[in-house]
């Protein structure tokens, strides 16, 4: 059974971290890329990062650029998210998701940043950034 296994979400002040996690199961995890998707109520899902477990690749979304930092521990099969000075616009619903590395390999960034791409996604984790 496929499973994407996000946690670490919360509420936190404005200015302060969180470390979102997201455990892998099912798939063979060096395969994949990871992405980390985000909606907020009425917009629309939108990638934040995403990291290749292949080549260490990675993208940030200009809006968390500096702030986020991705990684990735292939012997836990867990994708991490460090987020720091955290904003009320980073509030939103994040979402891990899981993209085949041939499919990743073969297509521009643009393309991995499209949600609809990817193979396998998880529950998702609300982080609710307070002012």
């Known amino acids: 059974e496929v499973q994407l296994v996000e946690s670490g979400g919360g509420l936190v002040q404005a200015g302060g971290s969180l470390r979102l996690s997201c455990a892998a199961s099912?798939?063979?995890?060096?395969?994949?890329?990871i992405g980390w998707f985000r909606q907020a109520p009425g917009k629309e899902r939108e990638a934040v990062s995403y990291?290749?477990?292949?080549?260490?690749?990675?993208y940030y979304a200009e809006s968390v650029k500096g702030r986020f930092t991705i990684s990735s521990d292939n012997a836990k099969n867990t994708v991490y998210l460090q987020m720091n000075s955290l904003e009320p616009e980073d509030t939103a619903v994040y979402y891990c998701?899981?993209?085949?590395?041939?499919?990743?390999?073969?297509?521009?960034?643009?393309?991995?940043?499209?949600?609809?791409?990817?193979?396998?996604w998880g529950q998702g984790t609300q982080v609710t950034v307070s002012s």
């Open positions: 998701a899981a993209l085949n590395g041939v499919f990743f390999h073969g297509t521009l960034q643009t393309m991995r940043t499209r949600p609809g791409v990817y193979d396998y």
């Open positions: 099912g798939f063979t995890f060096d395969d994949y890329a």
């Open positions: 990291i290749s477990n292949s080549d260490g690749s990675t």
